[in-house]
């Protein structure tokens, strides 16, 4: 099977980008399971429901999400009804949502997706090591594909959690920073890994807004509105190949599409 993981979608440009490049990489046969960290896609703050519906109904087959989960409250419905839409799975457990679902891909092949989100940085929430261990080795029914977005802000922690799950997964894919990183590759026992899939929308930006805005609450210290920018619109992500027979990953490449 041939995955395609979308970095963080920004903001209407990003979701252009994403489904675009979805639509045209199924269409040459280069994939056939997308998914995508929604996080980002309302203006650069969480999700709507008809925007989560949206992408999924142009083809991208599950939505991951991260610290952005509840800046859209009118997602929540969707979140409990939705077995295509996973938040972090670590969040605290009266949190509504699912933290990992399976779906049936191509071929009949099932496919778990698990969102994890980072302690690093971050705001504290439970242990990712142990609530992805803990659905690992007590659900039943999960696929013999199994793909992590773990979405941090820490580079060494996403490292060793990819690591940690290595041979436990089909793939580990970092998400959040916004930036991708070089350092994508198989590990030893078979998981793919990237510490950063990147982000889908407006590159020339800060990571997604508006780079003066930015620029001057960086310098002046004073909060300012940051619109989401929308020059040099890209999709950043991996493509994975996974043997469906043992979930191990085979290859591993980063792709850009940028939008015309
Ligand atoms: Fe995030
Ligand atoms: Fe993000």
């Known amino acids: 099977m041939k995955i395609l993981m979308i970095g963080d979608i920004v903001g209407g440009p990003g979701r252009r980008a ?7 990489l199924r269409a040459d046969g280069s994939v056939d399971f ?3 960290n929604a996080e980002n896609s309302a203006a650069g703050r969480g999700v709507t429901a008809a925007l989560a519906m949206e992408l999924l109904d142009a083809g991208i087959d599950a939505i ?3 610290d952005h989960t509840w800046d859209q409250r009118d997602i929540i419905g969707l979140l409990e009804r939705e077995p295509r839409i996973v938040r972090p799975a670590n969040f605290a457990p009266e949190c509504p949502g699912r933290g990992f679902t399976t779906l049936e891909g191509p071929g009949g092949h099932k496919v778990t997706i698990i969102n ?4 690093v940085f971050m705001k504290p929430v439970e242990d990712p090591f142990r609530t992805v261990r803990r659905i690992l080795e007590k659900e039943q029914g999960l696929g013999k594909i199994i793909l992590v977005d773990f979405h941090g802000e820490a580079t060494s922690e996403k490292v060793v959690f990819g690591r940690y799950f290595d041979g436990m997964v089909s ?7 916004h930036i991708p990183t070089a350092d994508e590759r198989i590990l030893p026992k078979g998981t793919a890994y990237i510490t950063d899939l990147g982000m889908t ?5 800060a990571i ?15 909060p300012n509105k940051f619109e989401v920018a929308d ?19 085979k290859k591993i490449r980063r792709v850009r599409e940028t939008l015309p």
């Open 64 to 66: 991951t999400l991260g």
């Open 231 to 249: 020059k040099d619109v890209a999709m950043e992500g991996v493509i994975i190949e996974v043997d469906e027979a043992t979930g191990r990953a």
């Open 201 to 205: 929308g407006p590159r020339d930006s």
């Open 208 to 222: 997604g807004r508006d780079l003066a805005a930015v620029t001057a609450s960086m310098l002046s210290g004073m």
């Open 18 to 24: 994403a489904v675009q490049a979805a639509t045209r």
């Open 171 to 177: 793939a580990v894919v970092g998400t959040h920073t």
């Open 116 to 119: 994890a989100i980072g302690r």
């Open 34 to 36: 997308v998914t995508a």
